[in-house]
């Protein structure tokens, strides 16, 4: 079974600055997938990174960089350079072997930038 | 369409009736997901089609839920006799086997029940 956890509930930032929202996983797949999602207030669910796990770079997309260390079963998301527009819920999410779009998320982390 | 559309936007419903929920994946996708969302949680799996194929339906909580996708298109997410706990936002997924890397979600489907 596929497990993934986010520790922080809520995080602040200020605007123009990074931030690492945290993500651990726990799977006994061999090839699996990892995806970071955003969550505005709109409610709306939207993709943002992408990581493999035979990925030996970390993925980048824009400002959004996914830290993977496979041994540690970590995949946290950084954000450089905070924007206003990036206060929403953040959801980590995995899939396995069997279906890539099967999701298994976690709690979530609602990131708050101030400006 | 351009998007993956759900209908309705919000439902309110009495406890004990039927309700049906309606996805409209994005044209040609093959595979669609439901998805069912507590308040302040992530997502949960509840069910899989490939094009008419109900491939996997571990997620659906018990036999009140059932969906069906009978020409590998439109899907309608059934809850019977509602009870208060279904009270959730539910959201479709759709993705295009071949691409692989992404899956686009809804708006999804705001579940009250009283």
């Known amino acids: 079974a596929q497990k993934i956890t986010q520790t922080q509930p809520g995080m602040f930032v200020q605007e123009k600055e990074a931030v690492t929202l945290d993500c651990t996983y726990d799977t006994s797949d061999q090839s699996y997938g990892l995806f970071w999602y955003k969550q505005p207030s709109s409610g709306e669910m939207i993709f943002l990174i992408y990581q493999g796990s035979y990925d030996e770079q970390n993925a980048t997309e824009g400002r959004y960089s996914l830290n993977f260390q496979k041994a540690r079963k970590s995949a946290n998301l950084v954000i450089s350079a905070s924007q206003l527009g990036d206060s929403a819920m953040y959801f980590c999410a995995m899939s396995g072997r069997d279906n890539f779009n099967k999701f298994y998320f976690g709690s979530g982390t609602k990131l708050n930038v101030k400006p | 369409g351009a998007g993956v559309s759900q209908s309705p936007r919000y439902k309110v419903t009495k406890r004990g009736q039927d309700v049906a929920l309606r996805c409209d994946p994005i044209s040609g996708h093959v595979s669609l997901y439901w998805y069912r969302q507590a308040l302040g949680q992530g997502p949960e799996f509840l069910t899989y089609f490939n094009y008419e194929a109900q491939q996997d339906k571990s997620g659906l909580p018990n036999d009140r839920f059932s969906a069906e996708r009978p020409e590998g298109s439109i899907s309608t997410l059934t809850i019977q006799r509602t009870e208060q706990r279904d009270s959730a936002m539910y959201r479709c997924?759709?993705?295009?086997?071949?691409?692989?890397?992404?899956?686009?979600f809804g708006q999804g489907t705001r579940l009250t029940v009283v």
């Open positions: 997924a759709s993705s295009s086997r071949d691409e692989g890397t992404e899956a686009f």
